[in-house]
C-alpha cells in the first residue's frame, strides 16, 4: 500500500473515531440525567460487572484528554455521575423501584396484565421509559420539597438555638453586673443607715420617767 494511501486510511479512522466520540457525548447529553442506566446506555437489571465494562469502555472513549469535543467534561462528569449511582446499593435500587412503579402504572392505565403480547412489544417499551421519566420527575420534586422543609425546620431550631444562646448571653451578664455592683450596694446601705440616726445618739428613744402621785 503507498504512503499516500496509509495517510488517508489514518486520517479517516482517526475521524470516524472522533464521530463516534461526538456522538457518544451528544447521546449522554442528551439522555434523561434522573434515570442512570439511560445515561449509561443500559437496561435496567443488569450485573454489576456489565455497569464497570460498559462505563470503563465509554469513558476512556470521551474522557476530556481524548477529544477536543468542548462538550467532553460536562457528559464526562454525568457518565462518572450515573456509575456512581448505579454503584450504591441504596440508590439502585430506588431507582429500580421507580422503574417497576412506572410498569406497573403504565400496565393498570392500559388495563394490562403481564401475560398480554402488547406489554412485550416496542410501544409499550416506549411508553414505559416515557412513564418512567414522569415517576422519576416526581419522585425528585418529592425529594426536593422534602430537603427544602427540612432545611426550613433547621433554620427555625437555628434561630431557636441562637435566642436561647443570647438569652442565656444576657441573664450571664446581668448577674456578673449584679455581683460585681454587691459591694457598693453594701456601702449605700451602710451609708443610708448611718444617715438615719439622730445626731449624738443611739438611734432609740429615752423613755420618760412617770412621776408617782401622792
Known amino acids: 500500500m503507498a504512503d499516500d494511501d496509509i495517510d488517508i486510511q489514518a486520517e479517516l479512522e482517526a475521524a470516524g473515531k472522533e464521530f463516534d466520540k461526538d456522538a457518544e457525548i451528544e447521546r449522554i447529553l442528551n439522555a434523561f440525567r434522573l434515570d442512570a442506566y439511560a445515561v449509561l446506555d443500559l437496561q435496567p437489571g443488569v450485573p454489576e460487572s456489565d455497569i464497570k465494562k460498559t462505563y470503563r469502555t465509554k469513558s476512556l472513549l470521551i474522557h476530556p484528554d481524548k477529544t477536543t469535543n468542548p462538550r467532553a467534561p460536562d457528559a464526562f462528569d454525568r457518565l462518572k455521575k450515573a456509575q456512581t449511582e448505579l454503584m450504591d446499593e441504596k440508590q439502585r435500587k430506588n431507582l429500580d423501584e421507580a422503574i417497576a412503579d412506572a410498569r406497573m402504572l403504565l400496565m393498570r392505565e392500559k388495563k394490562l396484565t403481564k401475560d398480554d403480547e402488547e406489554v412485550k412489544s416496542e410501544e409499550f417499551a416506549k411508553e ?17 420539597r422534602i430537603m427544602k422543609a427540612q432545611l426550613r425546620e433547621e433554620g427555625r431550631e437555628q434561630r431557636k438555638e441562637e435566642e436561647e444562646t443570647a438569652e442565656r448571653k444576657r441573664k450571664r451578664e446581668h448577674e456578673q453586673a449584679w455581683e460585681q455592683t454587691r459591694d457598693k450596694r453594701i456601702e ?17 428613744k429615752k423613755k420618760k420617767k412617770i412621776k408617782t402621785m401622792g
Open 128 to 144: 414505559w421509559r416515557e412513564k418512567t421519566k414522569m415517576v422519576l420527575i416526581d419522585n425528585e420534586v418529592r425529594k426536593r
Open 188 to 204: 449605700s446601705w451602710r451609708d443610708f443607715q448611718k444617715g438615719s440616726k439622730p445626731a449624738g445618739g443611739d438611734g432609740k
